[in-house]
């Protein structure tokens, strides 16, 4: 027996064949337009190291722990008063390391491990006292970029952004801080990112420098935990910290 179909019948199938093959190919288009998501890139593996004399490591070190883990960007392992952790075999894994630490002596395994490790292409942190390390080691001095000479007293002092383009102070005007301002002496190679008023000359706050294939930033800032929990501080050093990774650079 045959099946007999209306003309109209026959019409309104057709309409709904052609409606989903339209809405099948808005939907494939729409997919085609919408970019697929990034990966999400891991969290960057940090050693942070504090230790040393003079200065509150131990509370410093907990603003820049906290601070890190806060921005959900850095997986942190914190060691406390033990240079061991350059050491070549120990420093390894990290892909950056961070580093307060005042006075003391590197021995020659020590000091070949950071230095061969950052040189390979991996990032170093250190903030104030980084330049106050091992005084006298000409190497480390080379390294960080710099070394302390003296300092004024704790005080409010303003802090100007220089025309060196980075990501690191990108959209950030000059400002005013409450600190132990460092007095330096320093490289001329160095791309100085910040500076303060000393005598009526520009003292470095900020620079940026490279070792090997690695990246060091040095902010000379963060004397204690009140300097340290400073909003502006926070937002250079975390952003010193995505740069020296060699991530990309955000809030």
Not at 83 to 88: E, P, S, T
Request: charge should be positive.
């Amino acid at each position: 027996m045959k099946l007999v179909r209306s003309a109209a019948s026959t019409a309104t199938i057709a309409a709904l064949l052609v409606g989903v093959g339209c809405s099948s190919l808005e939907t494939d288009a729409a997919s085609a337009e919408q970019p697929s998501a990034a990966p999400k890139q891991p969290k960057i593996k940090t050693l942070l190291l504090v230790g040393g004399k003079i200065h509150d490591w131990r509370r410093i070190g907990n603003v820049l722990e906290s601070a890190m883990k806060a921005s959900g960007k850095f997986e942190v392992t914190r060691v406390n008063d033990d240079l061991d952790a350059f050491l070549a075999d120990r420093v390894a894994p990290y892909d950056l390391v961070v580093f307060y630490w005042t006075l003391g002596k590197l021995s020659h395994a020590q000091k070949r491990g950071i230095l061969d490790h950052v040189a390979q292409g991996k990032g170093f942190v250190t903030c104030h006292s980084g330049a106050d390390s091992f005084r006298g080691d000409k190497d480390w001095h080379k390294f960080v970029g710099g070394h302390f000479i003296t300092h004024p007293a704790y005080r409010k002092y303003p802090v100007t952004i220089t025309k060196e383009k980075s990501p690191i102070t990108a959209g950030i005007a000059d400002f005013e801080t409450t600190d132990e301002q460092y007095i330096l002496e320093y490289e001329k190679d160095l791309k100085i990112l910040a500076t303060a008023p000393w005598k009526g000359k520009p003292m470095p706050a900020l620079w940026t420098k490279s070792w090997g294939k690695g990246r060091v930033f040095y902010h000379a800032g963060g004397h204690d935990a009140r300097a340290a929990k400073q909003p502006m501080f926070l937002k250079l050093f975390l952003r010193g910290c995505l740069w020296a990774a060699g991530r990309e650079v955000t809030d």
